[in-house]
């Protein structure tokens, strides 16, 4: 193709837009909408994501120990628990370290360490983490057989909780995803078969005087395409900005609901790159089948 | 140029089968200027759609260039159609644009360059006479000048053949003398000429090739418009020495 007309098309696209000005802002807007359900169904997934690693993080299985132990015994114990395979990190807290850890918690009860420092009514205890949290119960009940093991504390009704509901919401925002993406499919290949409809006698004589299919085809790609993209670069400033104002409010405005769970969402910084190029693929490879689809039909002349 | 080859189109309905054309054989030759003359119904329209490439026939073969169209792939379909200009009965000019941007259209959906359509399209419009007239709507021209329009932008990419699809059905006689006036000029640089029509008068006028069509056959090929007519008048027997079809 020749660069000059390859500039005639896509100003012809471009002509297009506007002349159907009316219809392509109507599209734009749905489609501007669907992205942003994406995007908004995205971040959730990411968060709930984040929140459950959180959780997992947070929830080591606590191992506690015999009182009395020597210190030779604390040490197979320790050696014990680092070779059960699935354990990645093994930390040992000892009764001490429990106090201190407590009472610098409550403000309010600073003078607790005072209290119970000669008298520390805490056991010796192992934090472990597992590498993977669907094997907690089988690994918890491996380490309730070390000697010298008094109990093991496993957070296992919180991390089937939490699976489930990780589950669901993946499910879910790919389902949603899904949808809309469909819903933009459709709502493309309708806003260019309407131009193609009110084209067709266009069409037709290019058709006559011996266009090939892509001259035709090109325009409306154009038209199609454009609209993706200015709906991509819509949506990603909408979902972008929300977002930022909603983690900076979130942080801002702690709960005990929020500080549950780590207190604070996943930094914008981490995921725009994810939303701005997924929305700008979403919108040049809708529109493209979008307006592939349409147009077939109207090419058989 | 143009070659009919035991030609047979049958458009098929739901439970119908409707024999458009039958058993055709035609041969024009290059530089030729033909008349295809045939009441409503004839199988005129079918014989443009075939020549045009919207139709593809039944049984037989259609050569066109030496091409048998109905083995052309699908995409070499438009390249095929760049070899022919078509003048339509309604013309078909798009309504938004200019005398001069109508043919310049049709050169830009073809691939020319910006340059050469910049050089072609004022002459192309000048030889059919609308020179001052190449920023005028269609609108705003007259019948007779919109299908100069119509014929300059047939014109416009050179082709080899010019298809008149009844040059005279929607303007007075006397722009239909003038349009005939100058197919036949065009003819005479040695452009094949087709034109298809329903009207015995124009036929009787200028003395070219008629091939009249009635019911799907040829009734009769001849060189003399009088015989043709003759042949109407006689109710469709052809006396053998005129005969030119075999």
């Given at each position: 193709m020749r660069f000059s007309s390859f500039t005639y098309l896509v100003r012809q696209g471009l002509h297009n837009m506007w002349a159907n000005r009316l219809m392509t802002f109507a599209s734009m807007g749905v489609l501007t909408v669907c992205m942003i359900l994406i995007g908004v169904a995205y971040l959730l997934g990411v968060n709930v994501d984040a929140i459950v690693e959180y959780i997992g993080d947070q929830n080591e299985t606590v191992v506690y120990l015999q009182d009395g132990l020597t210190d030779d015994q604390i040490a197979a114990v320790d050696?014990?628990?680092?070779?059960?395979?699935?354990?990645v990190s093994v930390t040992y807290v000892s009764p001490q370290d429990v106090l201190a850890n407590y009472s610098s918690m409550l403000d309010d009860y600073a003078n607790m360490y005072d209290a119970f420092e000669n008298d520390n009514p805490f056991s010796a205890n192992y934090r472990v983490v597992v590498d993977d949290i669907s094997q907690l119960d089988q690994i918890s009940a491996q380490l309730k057989q070390i000697d010298g093991v008094d109990d093991v504390y496993a957070p296992l009704e919180l991390s089937d909780a939490f699976s489930s509901i990780q589950r669901v919401v993946f499910g879910v925002s790919y389902g949603l995803v899904a949808?809309?993406?469909?819903?933009?499919?459709?709502?493309?290949?309708?806003t260019i078969r309407i131009t193609v409809f009110a084209r067709r006698k266009e069409i037709a004589i290019m058709k006559l005087v011996g266009a090939t299919n892509g001259f035709i085809r090109f325009p409306f790609f154009v038209e199609g395409t454009t609209a993706g993209l200015i709906s991509a670069i819509l949506a990603s400033g909408i979902v972008c900005g929300g977002y930022y104002a909603l983690c900076d409010w979130y942080t801002n405005n702690p709960t005990t609901f929020s500080q549950m769970f780590g207190g604070q969402l996943v930094s914008l910084f981490d995921v725009w790159y994810y939303i701005v190029i997924g929305f700008f693929v979403l919108g040049f490879v809708l529109c493209g089948i979008g307006t592939a689809t349409s147009i077939r039909k109207h090419l058989n002349v | 140029m143009i070659d009919f080859e035991h030609v047979t189109k049958i458009y098929e309905t739901q439970n119908d089968e409707n024999v458009a054309l039958e058993d055709i054989n035609l041969h024009i030759d290059d530089g030729e200027f033909v008349f295809v003359l045939g009441h409503s119904g004839a199988g005129k329209s079918t014989f443009l759609k075939l020549i045009l490439l919207e139709e593809k026939c039944t049984e037989g073969s259609v050569i066109i260039n030496?091409?048998?169209i109905g083995k052309l792939k699908r995409r070499k379909v438009p390249y095929m159609r760049r070899q022919m200009g078509v003048v339509f009965q309604d013309f078909r000019l798009i309504p938004t644009m200019t005398a001069y941007e109508n043919v310049a259209f049709a050169m830009r959906v073809t691939n020319i360059s910006t340059r050469q359509i910049r050089k072609r399209v004022p002459y192309v419009l000048g030889l059919v006479g609308l020179g001052d007239k190449m920023d005028r709507l269609p609108d705003e021209l007259s019948g007779g000048e919109q299908q100069r329009v119509a014929l300059a932008r047939a014109l416009a990419h050179s082709p080899k053949l010019i298809i008149a699809d009844e040059p005279t059905g929607n303007i007075d006689p006397e722009m239909s003398f003038e349009m005939m006036e100058?197919?036949?000029?065009?003819?005479?640089?040695?452009i094949t000429v087709v034109v298809v029509t329903h009207e015995h008068q124009l036929v009787r006028r200028f003395k070219k090739r008629v091939v009249t069509l009635s019911h799907g056959h040829i009734a009769s090929d001849t060189a003399h418009p009088e015989v043709a007519e003759q042949f109407a008048a006689s109710g469709g027997k052809l006396p053998k020495e005129l005969d030119f079809s075999h």
């Open positions: 050696s014990a628990i680092r070779t059960t395979p699935g354990v949808v809309l993406a469909i819903v933009s499919i459709v709502v493309v290949n309708n | 030496g091409q048998d100058l197919l036949s000029a065009i003819n005479s640089v040695g």
